[in-house]
């Protein structure tokens, strides 16, 4: 039977979201997810809270969460080096991410400096998790196109992968950062990237319009992808998506497909849908 590793993103669901999110409101809804069994929780992130107000509070979240009684690993977006030290701080945390994109533009838009500027961050990132012991998910973003013209190909993807695998990345996630990447791209990309680069576990960060989310998680799948990022309902997304349906892959949905083809995922589904129904409190009352 297979196995695969969820990774439940409730940061990646809440950042967007103008209305401020109490800190308590966030620690229930996140002490319900740790309950469910999720390989990982990406459960906040250290940046400026003037690019993201919504998470301005992590720290404290992460400080008030009862660990004692959960196995799921918690990973935390960082930007810069800055914020790759706060985050280092908390024992607690056994990952860090980092949004590496291939587009220009968007590296630009996202962290503020361009993809040479950018390589110098991470490498600095990469050596700093090592010495703490800590694990770096490296996220390939517009990984599977851009929106802005910026030259793509799947050429240009694994020479990226091959970068990064060089310079010591050990998890790269390809991310469909404004969902518009066809089930037969992310199958060709997965089944070059994955073959030829044994060291690397892959993932997968798609975004997804409702009604496709099927064929996205199955080319991903079939092609050899074993680590899968989603939240509840869907929730979340980048805000640069052209569909305003494009949200992050529904997790519920992941799992459906899993129980369906008999893929071992283990998480808890009772605790699953008492978190479902927090999310859908915390997403009812702020927008």
């Known amino acids: 039977m297979s196995l695969v590793k969820i990774i439940e993103c409730p940061r990646d669901a809440m950042q967007g979201i103008k209305t401020n999110i109490p800190t308590a409101e966030k620690v229930r809804y996140l002490q319900a997810l740790l309950s469910c069994g999720f390989d990982t929780l990406d459960f906040g992130s250290f940046v400026s809270p003037r690019a993201i107000p919504q998470m301005a509070d992590t720290a ?3 400080t008030a969460l009862d660990l004692s009684q959960t196995k799921t690993k918690l990973l ?6 800055r914020g790759a030290e706060a985050a280092l701080s908390f024992e607690a945390i056994e990952f860090i991410g980092y949004p590496f994109s291939i587009s220009e533009n968007f590296q630009m838009r996202n ?6 500027e950018s390589m110098i961050v991470l490498s600095d990132i ?22 802005y013209g ?7 993807v694994t020479q990226w992968t091959q ?16 969902g518009t990447a066809s089930p037969e791209v992310i199958f060709e990309l997965f089944n070059a990237v994955i073959p030829q ?11 997804t319009a409702p009604n496709f989310w099927r064929e996205k998680f199955n080319a991903a799948y079939t092609a050899g992808c074993r680590r899968f990022d989603g939240a509840i309902q869907g929730f979340g997304g980048c805000p640069m998506a052209k569909d305003e ?3 992050n892959m529904p997790t519920e949905k992941m799992l459906s497909y899993c129980a369906e083809h008999k893929i071992e995922h283990g998480v808890h589904m009772a605790r699953f849908e008492s978190a479902f129904n927090k999310a859908s409190d915390i997403f009812l009352n702020y927008h």
Not at 76 to 81: C, F, G, H, K, S
Not at 150 to 156: F, T
Not at 163 to 178: E, F, N, P, R, Y
């Open 76 to 81: 935390a977006i960082v930007a810069n080096l």
């Open 126 to 147: 990469l050596s700093l998790a090592e010495r703490h012991g800590v694990k770096l998910v490296t996220y390939l973003s517009m990984g599977f196109g851009n929106p």
């Open 245 to 247: 349906l494009t949200g």
């Open 150 to 156: 910026d030259p793509w190909s799947p050429d240009i």
């Open 60 to 62: 404290e979240v992460l």
């Open 197 to 207: 680069f044994p060291e690397v576990e892959f993932g997968a960060h798609l975004h």
């Open 111 to 116: 962290t503020h400096k361009t993809i040479d």
């Open 163 to 178: 970068t990064l695998a060089s310079m010591g990345c050990k998890i790269i996630s390809l991310s469909d950062t404004v």
